[in-house]
C-alpha cells in the first residue's frame, strides 16, 4: 500500500465516520464534512461541465467551422441574465426553448416508451395461455390496475360498488407502499454495510503500515 | 410507567447501534446464507451470456459514488461476464459527479485481469451534461455527442469506435442505475431504437422496474445487493455483494424483530391505556 493510497483511505475513513457521528447527534465533525461534500461537489460539477460540455462540445466544434454553434451558446449566456432583475426576463427566451423543446420529446417519448406498451402488457396478460399461475396472477394484475385508477377518481363519491372497488384499490396501494419500504430497508442497510466493510477492509489494515 | 411503555419510548439510538451491531457482527463471525437466484437476475444474464461473442455492449455508470455499494458490484460481476466473453465495452454515464471516474477506475480494474487494451476492447466515453440529448443523439451519432472520449482521446483516433457509430452497432445496453434514469433509457432507446436493456438498479428502485421487465421492455433486472449478489454467482465473480448478504440477512432479521417488538409495544400500551380508563 503505498502512502499516496493510506493518504485517500484515511480521508474516506475520516470523512465516514465524521457523517456518522450524527448519528449520536450534530456535531463540528459532521458540519465540517456536510460543507466540504457540498463544496468539492460544485467545484468538481463546474470543472466537469466546463471540460466536457464548453470546450468540448461548443468551443473545439466552432473553432472548427460550426459556427452556427454560437446560437445555443447565446441562449446559454442568456440563462444568467437571471442575475440581474432588471433584464431577468430575456432568460425566459432560453427556459421556453428547453421547456417547449422537453415537453414535445417527452409527449412522445413518454406516450409511446411509457404509457402504450404498460397499457399493453396490461391487456396481453389477461389473454396469457400459460397456465393457472401466470392466469390468476393476470387476473391480479388487472384487478389491480383497475382498482387503483378508481380509488384516484375523485368525480364521484366512493360509495356502493365505486366505494368497494376503490377499498380494493387502497389494498394494491398498500401492498405496493409495503415493498417499497422493505427495498428501501434493504438499500440503507446495503450502503451501511458497504462504509463498514470499507472501514473493515480498508482502513483497520492500513494501522499496521502506519503503527 | 411500564416496560411496553418504557419500549415505546426508548432512545433512537440504541436501535442505530443494535443494526450497527448486525452489520459488524458477521464481519466477526462469517455467516452464509444461500442466495436465491430471481427469474429475472437469470433472464439478464442468459441475456448477456446468449450474446455472440465480440459482441459491442454499452455499460452505463449511471450512479452516484453514495451507492458504490449496491451498483459497483453489478457493474464489476456484469465487465467480469462481458470480458470473458470477450465482448467489447463501451462505457459512459448520465452522472456529473462520480460517474466518469468511476467508470475509468473500475473497467480499468476489471480489463487489466482479462488483458484487454484500452480503444480497442473498451472505450469510456464518460460524461455529458443533457441526458435527453445524449440518450437521443447516440441514436444518431456517438460522435456528434462525444467527439472525445474520458480522456480528450478523439473518437476518431480509438479503433473500436471505428466500428460503432450508434445503437445500431450496439447488441446490448447495460444499465446499471441509482435513478429514475432507467425509465428513460427504456422511453427513449429501447422503444424507439429496439436496443434491448437490461438493468440493475439499487433496491429503492426496484419495485418500479419489475413492471418493466413484465412488459418485455427490460430484458432482466437486479435488484439491489441482492441483486448483484446474484449476478457476481452467476457470472462467477463473486465479490462485495455476495460477501455482505450475511450482513443484509441479519441485519434484515434485526429489523424485523424491531417492527414486531415495536407493534408490540404499541399494542400493549394502548390497551393497558384503555384498562386503566376504565
Known amino acids: 500500500m503505498s502512502s499516496v493510497e493510506i493518504i485517500q483511505i484515511w480521508v474516506a475513513a475520516f470523512f465516514t465516520l465524521a457523517i456518522f457521528s450524527f448519528l449520536y447527534k450534530d456535531n463540528p465533525f459532521y458540519k465540517l464534512a456536510e460543507h466540504i461534500f457540498a463544496g468539492l461537489s460544485a467545484g468538481y460539477y463546474v470543472g466537469l461541465i466546463w471540460k466536457a460540455v464548453i470546450i468540448q462540445q461548443l468551443w473545439d466544434p466552432m473553432l472548427a467551422g460550426s459556427w452556427w454553434l454560437v446560437i445555443p451558446g447565446i441562449l446559454g449566456v442568456l440563462m444568467f441574465a437571471r442575475l440581474w432583475p432588471r433584464i431577468s426576463w430575456v432568460s425566459r427566451i432560453a427556459l421556453a426553448f428547453v421547456m417547449g423543446n422537453t415537453a414535445g420529446i417527452f409527449l412522445i417519448t413518454q406516450l409511446h416508451g411509457i404509457v402504450l406498451p404498460q397499457m399493453q402488457s396490461t391487456m396481453l396478460a389477461l389473454g396469457g395461455t400459460a397456465g393457472f399461475a401466470s392466469a390468476l396472477l393476470a387476473i391480479i394484475v388487472v384487478v389491480g390496475v383497475i382498482s387503483t385508477l378508481i380509488y384516484f377518481y375523485f368525480s364521484k363519491e366512493h360509495t356502493g360498488v365505486l366505494g368497494v ?3 380494493v384499490g387502497i389494498w394494491f396501494i398498500m401492498v405496493s407502499f409495503g415493498a417499497h419500504f ?10 451501511l454495510i458497504g462504509r463498514v466493510y470499507f472501514l ?12 | 410507567m411500564n416496560f411496553w ?9 440504541w436501535i442505530y447501534l443494535l443494526v450497527a451491531l448486525s452489520v459488524i457482527f458477521p464481519l466477526i463471525v462469517p455467516m452464509s446464507f444461500k442466495i436465491s437466484i430471481t427469474p429475472e437476475a437469470r433472464q439478464l444474464f442468459e441475456a448477456v451470456d446468449a450474446l455472440p461473442d465480440s459482441s459491442v455492449v454499452m455499460l452505463t455508470f449511471d450512479y452516484y459514488p453514495s451507492t458504490v455499494a449496491e451498483t459497483e458490484p453489478m457493474a464489476t460481476a456484469a465487465l467480469h461476464h462481458l470480458f470473458r466473453k470477450d465482448c467489447k465495452v463501451v462505457t459512459m454515464t448520465t452522472i456529473p459527479l462520480g460517474g466518469p471516474s468511476m467508470a475509468e477506475r473500475v473497467t480499468r480494474t476489471v480489463a487489466r485481469k482479462y488483458n484487454k487494451v484500452y480503444g480497442t476492447d473498451f472505450v469510456n466515453l464518460g460524461y455529458k451534461a443533457n441526458w435527453v440529448a445524449v440518450l437521443k443523439g447516440m441514436g444518431t451519432s456517438i460522435e456528434a455527442i462525444y467527439p472525445a472520449d474520458n480522456s480528450g482521446t478523439r473518437l476518431s483516433e480509438l479503433p473500436l469506435m471505428a466500428t460503432v457509430k450508434n445503437y445500431d452497432d450496439v447488441s446490448f445496453i447495460f444499465v446499471v442505475a441509482d435513478n429514475d434514469i432507467v425509465q428513460n433509457w427504456v422511453s427513449i432507446v429501447n422503444a424507439q431504437y429496439g436496443t434491448p436493456i437490461g438493468a440493475g438498479v439499487t433496491a429503492v428502485g426496484a419495485p418500479k422496474y419489475y413492471a418493466f421487465v413484465g412488459s418485455g421492455q427490460l430484458t432482466g ?3 439491489g445487493m441482492k441483486g448483484a449478489a446474484e449476478y457476481e454467482l452467476l457470472a462467477d465473480a463473486r465479490g462485495l455483494a455476495e460477501k455482505g ?6 441485519a434484515h432479521l434485526v429489523i424485523i424483530l424491531m417492527v414486531i417488538v415495536g407493534n408490540i409495544a404499541f399494542f400493549a400500551g394502548r390497551w393497558s391505556k384503555k384498562g386503566k380508563v376504565k
Open chain 1, 182 to 191: 422493505g427495498y428501501t430497508v434493504m438499500a440503507r442497510i446495503s450502503l
Open chain 1, 200 to 211: 473493515a477492509d480498508q482502513w483497520l489494515p492500513s494501522f499496521s503500515q502506519l503503527f
Open chain 2, 245 to 250: 448478504m450475511g450482513m443484509q440477512s441479519l
Open chain 1, 165 to 167: 372497488t376503490a377499498r
Open chain 2, 221 to 223: 433486472l437486479l435488484g
Open chain 2, 5 to 13: 411503555d418504557k419500549l415505546g419510548t426508548l432512545d433512537r439510538r
